[in-house]
């Protein structure tokens, strides 16, 4: 199943998203801890958009929810000012505050992909959760 979601790129919508993930996920049954570090991986990646795409006007942030039978795959994207992904998004030892957004979202999935076209060209971040059975 793939459900397609936009929201404004406004903080205060970052919410509908992590409701909508809950409600697909619901059927499924899966563990706590499960929805509780999608829903959080989810978070860290539309504040990303929500807080560095847009910095002088409005956006929208768009997010994919992809449910198969082995992996939950969520990807986040934007079409605001873009970044530079092929540079280190940061060296664990120095991460400044605001800036774990990243380290969480890879220590939480099984996959993970950000990319990014030229700047002003909006960024992609992708990333999967396998599920036991």
Do not use: W
């Not at 936009?6 to 509908?16: N, Q, V």
């Not at 039978?69 to 970044?83: L, P, Y």
């Amino acid at each position: 199943m793939r459900v397609s979601l936009t929201i404004p790129a406004k903080a205060e919508y970052i919410t509908l998203g992590r409701l909508a993930l809950t409600g697909l996920l619901r059927p499924r049954s899966l563990p706590e801890e499960t929805v509780g570090d999608l829903k959080l991986a989810l978070t860290e990646a539309c504040t990303n958009s929500v807080r560095h795409a847009y910095p002088e006007g409005t956006g929208a942030v768009q997010i994919l929810y992809e449910l198969r039978a082995d992996r939950v795959v969520i990807e986040v994207s934007d079409d605001g000012r873009g970044f530079d992904y092929t540079e280190p998004v940061g060296d664990e030892d120095e991460l400044t505050e605001g800036g774990l957004g990243i380290a969480i979202i890879r220590s939480l999935a099984d996959e993970f992909e950000l990319a990014g076209g030229v700047k002003g060209h909006g960024s992609r971040l992708r990333f999967v959760k396998l599920l036991s059975e």
